[in-house]
Nanobody, 129 residues
Framework: DVQLQASGGGTVQAGGSLRLSCAVS????????IGWFRQAPGKEREEVSC????????LYADSVKGRFTIYSDHVKNMVYLQMNSLKPEDTAIYYC??????????????????????WGQGTQVTVSS
């Protein structure tokens, strides 16, 4: 079975750092595009960052550019999200998911939540001011 499991959340003060981990199992990791998404109370789920393991291409939401870094470990089948300079508005439940669109020759990395699935249990990130 395909499974993605996010972990690593916690409570930090503004300006602090956290690293989230996404454990991926049940599929060939090197072909996959994996994304990080978040959902704050009363808000829709939004994209944070996505990575294509096939070529290393990455996308970031404007709100996290320069502060967050996504990267993969192809040995451990893990995708990480390093979050620095955290702000209170980063508070949310963070999820990782797999791109469920076409992985063919026309594949181009996108990061919209509607194109991702296999949502695992999220991990809570709380940033206090």
């Amino acid at each position: 079975d395909v499974q993605l499991q996010a972990s690593g959340g916690g409570t930090v003060q503004a300006g602090g750092s956290l690293r989230l981990s996404c454990a991926v199992s049940g599929l060939y990791f090197d072909d996959q595009a994996i994304g990080w998404f978040r959902q704050a109370p009363g808000k829709e789920r939004e994209e944070v960052s996505c990575i294509a393991n096939s070529d290393g291409s990455k996308l970031y939401a404007d709100s996290v550019k320069g502060r967050f870094t996504i990267y993969s470990d192809h040995v451990k089948n893990m995708v990480y999200l390093q979050m620095n300079s955290l702000k209170p508005e980063d508070t949310a439940i963070y999820y990782c998911a797999r791109y469920t669109g076409d992985y063919g020759l026309a594949f181009l990395l996108t990061c919209g939540p509607q194109s991702y699935g296999y949502w695992g249990q999220g991990t809570q990130v709380t940033v206090s001011s």
